[in-house]
């Protein structure tokens, strides 16, 4: 999958099969949005291509009226949504950055600056709650009139369902706010996972008896926070079982900078100490144990640590006593 910032590049491709979102989580609805996407590239010769934007116009214009708390939490980071589009099988990704320019674009001008003449696109497919331009002022109609005007079809796909349930990222960020992890899995149709590089943090794990790995998340408002457990995948052969932490640490940080912490069970030795820096890993969270919390000292954060273990332990042996039910 070929992955562009803008769309003043040679090498996008002359015609392509287009839809546009913001696309954070890559749920469910998005993953048969794309699908749908994908067997119209097919039929017509051309490339499939999904324009996304960054920062979330959500967030741009929440800065802008000088309300912060009014951006959405954010699913997924940039990476985990080019991840998933990529397994989705698209050929070529467009990020906008979306920012006063391109807000500022009529409906008109966005279809002959972007669709048309920035990403060749030949057919359009859009959610049924589509607006585009600026004040929102363009919808499916307009869209519609200024493909057959100008060369494009335009296709709408109307919302999607699991056990009743309209499937949004709205939806998703309710089931993580909420911790119900299982419900989250099954609208994104897998496991909630955040993946990333694994970096140097203040190394407080060790003296605390808990070995742990960090990976920052790119955003303030993370969908959900709060004590894991946790499945990694990248550091051995097979996935690591652990517990984690994904917050702003208030017991031992007063930075804010909100970092995923994991502590797996059984380090793989070859490691070493420092052998999974660099790394890069994705950690699938499975069972919310419980919020985050400001302890008094290092005493009692070390205790609680150690009965997040021990509480991890017990859900995983669960698991495996469930399976073996199930199979009998």
């Known amino acids: ?50 324009m996304t934007f960054e920062p979330h116009p959500r967030d741009f214009f929440a800065a802008q009226a000088g309300k912060p708390e009014l951006a959405p939490a954010r699913i997924a980071t940039l990476r985990d949504k080019l991840s998933e589009l990529e397994r989705c099988g698209i050929d070529q990704v467009v990020v906008l950055p979306f920012d006063r320019r391109l807000a500022g674009l009529t409906p008109d001008e966005f279809i002959d600056q972007v669709l048309v003449n920035g990403l060749h696109a030949r057919y359009v497919l859009v959610g049924d709650d589509f607006r585009f331009g600026a004040k929102r002022a363009g919808d499916y109609d307009f869209l519609d009139a200024a493909g057959g005007q100008r060369g494009f079809d335009v296709a709408r796909m109307l919302s999607y369902e699991v056990h009743g349930t309209r499937v949004s990222s709205s939806v998703v960020r309710d089931a993580l706010e909420a911790g119900d992890m299982p419900k989250a899995a099954a609208l994104l149709g897998r496991p909630y996972s955040i993946s990333g590089h694994v970096i140097h943090g203040q190394k407080l794990g060790r003296d605390l008896g808990c070995r742990t790995m960090n990976v920052r998340f790119g955003h303030q408002k993370p969908a959900t926070r709060g004590i894991f457990v946790v499945r990694t995948h990248g550091l051995a052969p097979q996935p690591l079982d652990g517990v984690a932490s994904l917050g702003v640490r208030p017991t031992v940080e007063d930075a804010g900078r909100v970092l995923l912490e994991v502590h797996c069970f059984d380090w793989p030795s070859n490691l070493g100490i420092e052998g999974g820096y660099g790394k890069i890993v994705r950690v699938e969270l499975l069972h919310k144990l419980r919020d985050e919390a400001r302890y008094d000292g290092l005493e009692a954060l070390q205790a609680a640590i150690q009965q997040d273990i021990s509480d991890a332990k017990a859900f995983f042996q669960a698991q495996g006593r469930q399976t073996t039910r199930d199979r009998i």
């Open 1 to 50: 999958m070929q992955v562009f910032r803008g769309f003043h590049h040679a090498a996008l491709a002359p015609a392509c099969a287009l839809t546009i979102g913001n696309f954070d989580g890559v749920h469910r609805g998005h993953q048969a949005m794309l699908a749908l996407l994908r067997n119209e590239a097919q039929h017509r010769g051309m490339p499939s291509a999904v």
